[in-house]
């Protein structure tokens, strides 16, 4: 099931959590890491993603994010979520 995201302004900065279903501790091998490391990059170069901060723990992930116009914070974090859970 996928979420619907509510952006109300989409020139603010907003506090996001990725978390892995049951908590579980994978971001401890690095190839996970480097993916999603790989991922951000990728959004911020062809998506329009702003990353301001992130915090990567063994299982979630927090971000201070923004998308830069014409892209927006819902759709970029549909396609990061999607490709990163098919990788």
């Not at 915090?55 to 998308?67: D, E, G, Q, R």
Request: net charge positive.
């Amino acid at each position: 099931m996928l979420h619907q995201y509510r952006v109300r302004n989409p020139e603010e900065v907003y506090f996001v959590t990725f978390t892995i279903v049951d908590w579980v501790d994978i971001f401890t091998r690095p190839a996970y890491k480097q993916l999603i490391i790989e991922s951000l990059n990728y959004c911020q170069q062809h998506k329009g993603l702003e990353v301001y901060g992130y915090c990567l723990m063994t299982n979630h992930l927090h971000l201070l994010i923004s998308a830069k116009h014409p892209a927006t914070l819902p759709d970029i974090i549909r396609d990061f979520k999607k490709h990163t859970s098919k990788e």
